[in-house]
Nanobody, 126 residues
Framework: QVTLVESGGGEVHAGGSLRLSCAAS????????MGWFRQAPGKEREGVAV????????YYADSVKGRFTISRDNSKNTLWLQMNSLKPDDTARYYC???????????????????WGQGTQVTVSS
């Protein structure tokens, strides 16, 4: 089991940038596939990006590819999501999540992840 706490959300104008952080605790955190998801009101939870335990393999949703970058530092038990060129459609609550295995699937599905943070709100204004 992994405990996750997100931070770094806020409001930004279109075209701006934000960097989200996720602090992880628990013995399995460094060996888990981890990811970022987002959910807007009335919408399904959407997978944004995932990263394997070693940090070398990543997958991104098509909607954010080329704009967002996921990274991790296992020595600091921290996961990041760098978001550039933000669009109003990126407005959502963003969640950090951990899977119970080390590898990630290129098909990012919320049901694969067992542990979730409380979320942090990102609002992108026009």
């Amino acid at each position: 089991q992994v405990t996750l706490v997100e931070s770094g959300g806020g409001e930004v104008h279109a075209g701006g940038s934000l960097r989200l952080s996720c602090a992880a605790s628990g013995s399995s955190a460094s060996t888990s596939c981890m990811g970022w998801f987002r959910q807007a009101p009335g919408k399904e939870r959407e997978g944004v990006a995932v990263i394997e335990s070693g940090g070398d393999v990543t997958y991104y949703a098509d909607s954010v590819k080329g704009r967002f970058t996921i990274s991790r530092d296992n020595s600091k038990n921290t996961l990041w999501l760098q978001m550039n060129s933000l669009k109003p459609d990126d407005t959502a609550r963003y969640y950090c999540a951990a899977r119970a295995v080390t590898w990630c699937s290129s098909d990012i599905r919320a049901e694969q992840f067992a542990d979730w943070g409380q979320g942090t709100q990102v609002t992108v204004s026009s």
